[in-house]
């Protein structure tokens, strides 16, 4: 059986244990242990020798480590010291340009690691984001691809949140089209806005994204509910599913809705969703 998507990712800093401890039993589905924007200058070794040391076993959950930028002094470091660890499930590789740069990592860690952690591209510029597919689909050791918005935000020069969302179609078009599962949202750094991160999960889920990155345990609980099917689109996902599995092709529902084979696998994907609790 094919284990559920992540919806939840929760960022938690390198160089402090004692919260990536906390983080582990925290809810979430990932945690993404930061060697990059979250840890200063002169806590980078110390973040990357206390990582390799709390993941030098298996986890109770998928942890990533977000490593830092593939075109500065740090990153083959970084993906020495953690690729080979067995509680590694994944990299997260920022400021990602290029097709070149996700072939590369994929081919360093295949060498380091018996069983090669799962890669995820971050794209955070202009230039990343006119690549973005070259990047989706430059090597089967990716498996994922997402925004990092603050940067791009940054790059491009937007001064309001839907500015954004141009960028945002374009990756979730550029996953899909390389096969991949849709893109998780990039985090909502305010914790204490809870309301404005239920509306921009609600947005973003509109757009085609699927569950999101968070920087505290508090924002858990919302991304999942504003993820997870309602109450309504179950039941409309049941009986598009009952009646498929007797009528093979195009049919019409008794309320006139006319259903295909997509909107058929949209309904088992609802379902799908829904199971995880």
């Known amino acids: 059986m094919t284990a559920p998507l992540p919806l939840t990712w929760l960022y938690a800093p390198g160089d402090r244990p004692e919260v990536v401890a906390k983080a582990l039993h925290a809810g979430a589905d990932v945690v993404i242990v930061d060697l990059e924007d979250a840890v200063a200058p002169d806590r980078k070794e110390y973040a990357r020798a206390a990582t390799a040391e709390l993941l030098s076993e298996p986890q109770p959950l998928p942890v990533h480590v977000r490593v830092n930028a593939l075109d500065g002094p740090l990153a083959e470091a ?49 230039l990343g984001l006119e690549h973005a597919f070259a990047i989706a689909s430059a090597h089967p050791a990716l498996h994922g691809i997402s925004l990092g918005e603050s940067d791009l935000r940054a790059d491009l020069g937007v001064r309001d949140d839907a500015g954004l969302d141009w960028a945002r179609s374009r990756v979730v078009v550029a996953a899909r089209a390389a096969g991949l599962a849709p893109p998780a949202q990039s985090v909502h750094p305010d914790i204490r806005d809870l309301d404005g991160l239920t509306a921009s999960c609600a947005r973003g889920r509109a757009l085609g994204f699927l569950g999101r990155a968070a920087i505290h345990p508090r924002q858990l609980p919302v991304i999942e509910r504003a993820y997870l099917p309602t109450p309504e689109e179950i039941d409309r996902a049941e009986e598009i599913t009952k009646a498929a599995a007797t009528d093979e092709g195009a049919l019409a529902l008794p309320d006139g809705r006319f259903v295909d084979k997509a909107v058929v696998e949209g309904a088992r994907r609802v379902l799908a969703l829904a199971r995880r609790v």
Not at 98 to 116: P, Y
């Open 78 to 126: 970084d993906l020495r010291a953690v690729a080979p660890l067995p509680g590694v499930a994944g990299l997260r590789l920022p400021k990602v340009v290029s097709r070149a740069e996700v072939v590369r990592v994929a081919d360093r860690t295949a060498l380091a690691a018996a069983e090669a952690p799962a890669l995820h591209a971050l794209v955070e510029s202009a």
